[in-house]
């Protein structure tokens, strides 16, 4: 008896650890990101944010990771992000960082030319019609947004 429950246990172990909840599914990152057609930050190569300045994906360089498309300018950018994908996602799905942070934290649409990397993070953020979120967040308070956005994230993803 003993041993039906080890193995029961187990297994329920292994059912629950194979599970993936909110942001981690498939879905659940398509649903959260800020894609347009499953390519994520509107085609730009999210390595070229560590490297100099922002620059267009090429449609010869994809690749897919849980289920959202990214593209790259070279090959080189496409091998490093797949060394390490965690370090070039950007932060809160690709949506504005300064909305993000605010007590009421909304999706946000980016403009993926106004940027900041924090502690080796991307952060993007809302700049048109005059209104550039990227100074807001500067000016506000980034740790205190910074922390509320982290949360708030967390809160919508896990949804």
């Known amino acids: 008896m003993k041993v039906l429950k080890h193995i029961l246990f187990t297994a329920i172990l292994i059912v629950f650890a194979s599970m993936s909840f909110g942001q981690e599914t498939k879905e659940g990152r398509i649903e959260h990101f800020n894609l347009k057609k499953t390519v994520a930050i509107y085609a730009y190569d999210p390595v070229s944010y560590f490297t100099g300045e922002p620059v267009k994906g090429q449609p ?36 504005c960082a300064y909305a993000m942070g605010l007590e009421k934290a909304e999706k946000v649409s980016v403009n993926p030319k106004t940027y900041k990397i924090i502690d080796n993070k991307l952060y993007l953020f809302y700049n048109k019609l005059g ?11 980034e740790q205190k947004l910074k922390a509320n956005a982290d949360k708030n994230w967390n809160r919508i993803i896990s949804k």
Do not use: C, M, R, V
């Open 60 to 95: 010869n360089f994809i690749h897919q990771y849980k289920g959202l498309i990214y593209l790259f300018s070279s090959n080189e950018n496409k091998t490093l992000f797949i060394k390490s994908p965690e370090k070039y996602e950007p932060a809160y799905g690709g949506w």
């Open 131 to 141: 209104i550039n979120t990227k100074t807001k967040w500067d000016k506000e308070g």
